[in-house]
């Protein structure tokens, strides 16, 4: 799943420390959301949507919807 967390919280001026410790996770695991590798849960999606004032459609986009193909069912 693409995602736009690094651009948002740079915006932000935070660093990836500053937002786990927000968001009560470790660096590594706002690293790994960032670069792609990691996909939230449900709750931590919804934290960090809350936390950045952002809907989660403008936060995370789906692979198929960037290559112009419908959503896999």
Do not use: C, H, K
């Not at 009560?24 to 792609?36: F, P, W």
């Not at 952002?54 to 896999?72: K, M, Q, T, V």
Request: no cysteine.
């Amino acid at each position: 799943m693409r995602n736009s967390i690094r651009e948002l919280r740079t915006a932000r001026g935070w660093t990836q420390a500053a937002l786990a410790d927000l968001l009560n996770v470790s660096r590594q695991t706002v690293n790994a959301l960032e670069t792609g590798r990691y996909d939230p849960s449900l709750p931590l999606a919804f934290r960090l949507a809350r936390l950045l004032g952002e809907p989660l459609e403008s936060i995370f986009e789906p692979e198929d919807e960037r290559d112009g193909a419908p959503p896999a069912r």
